[in-house]
């Protein structure tokens, strides 16, 4: 057992990982400020785990790398973030104040704390860029060239990371997330294709796909993803993939969703999204060599647990629902 900081954990990648760590016996401190967060994501293991304290702070304030150095994490993994495309290309400073300025602020806080293990939630479909095109898979050698600010962030994070290590021995794994789907994911954001089709097939709406629909990404479920964190903590080093290796594309995704809901208004197209690359495939041998991780959860199996989720619980509504997505 020991003391592990989660930013990000009430969002829906984090708010999995903190059940594992929970279940697992460790002290976990989430630091959200549920800006897209949800409470929600951890009231039942709130209510279980008496080991977990929930700081509802904005990682970029000076007084929330005192607390979080205070509370001497193990080990920090950081998933809280800006994480729009869009609104990274239309405000480039507040993408930058979250995801740069927050970032170095919870690594003096890791310094300070004296945190041994510091695990980064990056973004595979961004760093890489257009690389894709001319590449079927994409390794960890590939040139990092982002199309969007919040790829260039997500980028620049890397090398923090990695001159925190040179300069002050902060160990970090930098995990390259493909596109994570799965239960918890708000089916009215911006991204999230599988959660928002779904949704929109189960209200009857048409879905929207921005531009022709043979973009491809590489989904990867949450259950998985969380594994990959939780493994980091005591394995591996640098910037490792986390993906399935596949890449289906938008329409693929469509058709998989209708026949499972068995019914679904026809789609419409709309205009491709800025900043967005046609391609995401994701090598995954180094997860596999480092963190002996591989995916576990199959398309179809996690594409039926999006739909039970969304069937079991009123979701939240919210502006702009209406069932667009790349
Ligand atoms: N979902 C994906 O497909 C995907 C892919 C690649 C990388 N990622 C990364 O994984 C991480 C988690 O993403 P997610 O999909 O769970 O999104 P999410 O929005 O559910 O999680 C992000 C969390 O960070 C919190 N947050 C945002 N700004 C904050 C701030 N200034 N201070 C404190 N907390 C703040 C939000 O409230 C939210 O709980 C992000 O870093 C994202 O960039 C996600």
Not at 40 to 46: F, G, I, K, Q, V
Not at 176 to 193: C, D, K, M
Request: charged share 20%; proline share 5%; hydrophobic share 40%.
């Amino acid at each position: 057992m020991s003391q592990v900081v989660v930013t990000g954990g009430g969002g829906f990648i984090g708010s999995h990982i903190v059940d594992r760590l929970c279940e697992q016996g460790h002290e976990v401190l989430v630091v959200d400020d549920f800006s897209t967060g949800d409470p929600d994501n951890l009231a039942e293991t709130r209510a279980a785990y008496p080991g977990l304290t929930v700081l509802t702070a904005d990682v970029a304030d000076p007084a929330t790398a005192v607390a979080v150095a205070d509370f001497g994490p193990e080990a920090m993994l950081l998933l809280a973030a800006q994480f729009s495309v869009k609104v990274s290309l239309r405000d480039p400073l507040l993408d930058a104040r979250v995801n740069v300025i927050g970032l170095v602020n919870m690594l003096e806080a890791a310094r300070r704390g004296g945190c041994r293990k510091v695990v980064f939630a990056s973004s595979g479909g961004t760093i890489y860029g257009h690389a894709a095109e001319e590449q079927t898979l994409l390794t960890e050698t590939t040139p990092r060239v982002p199309e969007s600010f919040y790829g260039l962030t997500k980028s620049a994070a890397i090398d923090y990371l990695r001159l925190y290590h040179e300069l002050h021995g902060l160990d970090y794994a930098a995990l390259a997330l493909g596109n994570v789907y799965g239960p918890r994911q708000t089916p009215y954001g911006e991204a999230g294709v599988i959660a928002i089709f779904a949704q929109a097939m189960l209200d009857r709406r048409p879905c929207v796909i921005n531009g022709d629909g043979l973009n491809t990404r590489d989904f990867v479920h949450v259950s998985d993803v969380a594994d990959a964190f939780v493994r980091a903590i005591g394995l591996g080093h640098g910037l490792i993939n986390v993906s399935s290796a596949r890449e289906h594309s938008v329409l693929e995704i469509h058709d998989a969703l209708r026949r499972q809901i068995g019914h679904a208004e026809p789609h419409r197209f709309g205009p491709p999204l800025p900043g967005e690359v046609r391609r995401v495939c994701l090598d995954n041998s180094r997860a596999l060599e480092q963190l002996g991780w591989a995916p576990k959860v199959s398309l179809q199996d996690g594409i039926r647990t999006v739909i039970s989720w969304l069937e079991s619980r009123a979701v939240r509504t919210s502006a702009g629902g209406a069932g667009a997505a790349e």
